[in-house]
């Protein structure tokens, strides 16, 4: 079992950046493959990126291709989600999620656990 906490969350101009990172204890991190959602007011929990458990992999929703980054360092268990260019359809909740099969999945139901979530608000 791994338990994730998400930080870096906040309130952000349009145009600007935020790093959030997603710190894991229990389990070993290097064991899973790491993946970041988001949930807007009153719409379904959706795929922004993952990566692979050695990070040579990563994925990308459309939406955020260009403009988000995600990382991962397995000596400080964390995983990380670089955002840039933000624009205010990226203001939601951000989770990060495990997942200890070997492949990326988008599907929010691969993935077997999840943080508390950070707010993310991107003003016009």
């Known amino acids: 079992q791994v338990q994730l906490v998400e930080s870096g969350g906040g309130l952000v101009q349009a145009g600007g950046s935020l790093r959030l990172s997603c710190a894991a204890s229990?389990?070993?991190?290097?064991?899973?493959?790491m993946g970041w959602f988001r949930q807007a007011p009153g719409k379904e929990r959706d795929f922004v990126a993952a990566?692979?458990?050695?990070?040579?992999?990563?994925d990308y929703a459309d939406s955020v291709k260009g403009r988000f980054t995600i990382t991962r360092d397995n000596a400080k268990n964390t995983v990380y989600l670089q955002m840039n260019s933000l624009k205010p359809e990226d203001t939601a909740i951000y989770y990060c999620?495990?997942?200890?099969?070997?492949?990326?999945?988008?599907?929010?139901?691969?993935?077997?656990?999840w943080g508390q979530g950070t707010q993310v608000t991107v003003s016009s």
């Open positions: 990566i692979t458990r050695n990070g040579g992999r990563t």
């Open positions: 999620a495990a997942d200890s099969s070997n492949w990326i999945a988008a599907s929010q139901h691969e993935y077997d656990y």
């Open positions: 229990g389990r070993t991190f290097s064991v899973y493959v």
